[in-house]
């Protein structure tokens, strides 16, 4: 059942500079992806545009991490589920496109949530539609063998600390976790993405 949701969503999955084109696409006629066309997610949209094109040429991978990845050999897809809207997503998948380019081994493929509901379903976080979603497909078995998202493991505590003390999260909450991933630059994403393959 759940390889069949896959292998369904692979069909409809592009790459990663497809989807920077598609977003690019989006920014020029004030549009987003996602069911929600409304003013305020394209204008999400265009803000995290200009945040992907910040990373795509910022991110820097160490040599430690480039070697623990080059030393990688066996053939994946990294398949994650996103929207153009999700400021998550924006500092995210910059960065797994960094890891990816440097091995042979892994596929990248990207697909919009709204467009692939079933699978979204198989892979909720307590319970929600966070996104971004990784998946790890395993080429031989095609079985899913991991899965990363929606934020790298430091972001993801800050969060639920946030939850606990004040019920839910606020406008300022979300300014200091952009903060948080400005100063990150991607090194906990790229730790814990790299800690996934080992």
């Not at 040429?57 to 430690?64: F, G, L, N, Y």
């Amino acid at each position: 059942m759940i390889n069949n949701i896959i292998s369904e969503s692979l069909k409809k999955a592009i790459s990663y500079s497809d989807y920077r084109a598609l977003v690019t696409d989006l920014v020029d006629n004030e549009s987003t992806t996602g069911n929600d066309k409304s003013e305020a997610m394209a204008n999400y949209t265009m803000l995290n545009n200009k945040r992907m094109k910040r990373w795509d040429k910022t991110v820097k991978v160490s040599d430690e991490l480039k070697a623990k990845i080059e030393n990688y050999n066996k053939k994946i897809t990294w398949l994650v589920i996103t929207e153009s809207w999700c400021g998550d997503a924006a500092h995210i998948m910059p960065v797994i496109n960094k890891l990816a380019e440097l091995s042979d081994y892994i596929d990248y493929k990207i697909v919009l949530r709204d467009e692939n509901e079933a699978l979204m379903n198989q892979f909720l976080t307590n319970g929600g539609k966070s996104i971004p979603k990784l998946i790890m497909i395993d080429h031989t078995t095609n079985s899913v063998v991991n899965t990363f998202g929606p934020r790298p493991a430091a972001a993801t505590k800050m969060v639920s600390d946030y939850k606990l003390e004040h019920g839910n999260i606020t406008p300022e909450f979300k300014e200091d976790l952009q903060h948080w991933y400005n100063k990150d630059k991607g090194q906990s994403t790229l730790n814990d993405l790299v800690h996934l393959l080992a």
